[in-house]
């Protein structure tokens, strides 16, 4: 079974502050996401990678910036963080032969105050 | 950048009807998948279908890759198929980004 760890699941955070959120994948898959999903916006993609020591930015990128320094992990980093970052994130992997599905993990719901 | 286009945007169906979801996106897809979120879940994977017609349980899904659309179709809805339905794609341009749709809202009612 695909697994897709994230954690926290849940994160309280005052602007100005350093969060970082972070994803573990089991399922030995190159391709690595993170989104982002609000209301009204459903989910956009703030960075991807397409295996260990890369990152790629995605649709939403700026305020954000990831790691990937192994095929098993991938952080997502708020250097400073703002109230409009207030969101669930969600972080996701998939294979990169072009035949593969994407797994989800289970979010982490981030307020910053 | 890539377009992904649900419709409608919500649903509501008494329970034992069939409902119809449709995806269109403005370039070719090399992946396409259908999720499924309980609100407040994450995102479960319905169907993983680039090409053609796949089955699964209730669930129906048909993509025709060159006319850039895919349906869903589920097939004697129950109330517990509430929540929302996504499709999310991969386009074909040799950049490995997986995009989605905003999702269609489907609530059945008894």
């Known amino acids: 079974e695909a697994a897709v760890t994230q954690s926290p699941r849940n994160k309280v955070a005052v602007t100005g502050g350093k969060v970082t959120l972070s994803c573990n994948q089991t399922?030995?898959?190159?391709?690595m996401y993170w989104y982002r999903q609000d209301t009204g916006h459903g989910l956009r993609l703030i960075h991807y990678s397409y295996g260990a020591g890369s990152t790629e930015k995605g649709d939403i990128p700026d305020g954000y910036k990831a790691s990937r320094p192994s095929q098993e992990n991938f952080s997502l980093i708020l250097e400073l963080a703002t109230p409009s970052q207030t969101s669930v994130y969600f972080c996701a992997s998939g294979g990169r032969e072009r035949d593969t599905e994407v797994f989800f993990g289970k979010g982490t719901r981030l307020t910053v105050v | 950048g890539q377009q992904v286009q649900q419709s409608p945007a919500s649903l509501v169906l008494q329970e034992g009807e069939n409902a119809e979801l449709q995806c269109n996106f403005s370039?070719?897809?090399?992946?396409l998948q259908w999720f499924y979120q309980r609100p407040g879940g994450s995102l479960v994977s319905l169907l993983y279908n680039p090409s053609g017609t796949k089955h699964t349980g209730r669930l129906t899904s048909t993509t025709v890759t060159k006319e850039r659309r895919s349906s869903l179709h589920i097939s004697s809805s129950q109330i517990t198929d509430s929540g929302t339905y996504f499709c999310a794609m991969e386009e074909d341009t040799g950049y490995q980004n997986f995009y989605f749709g905003k999702g269609t809202s489907l609530t059945v009612i008894p």
């Open positions: 399922n030995n898959h190159n391709n």
């Open positions: 370039s070719t897809a090399t992946q």
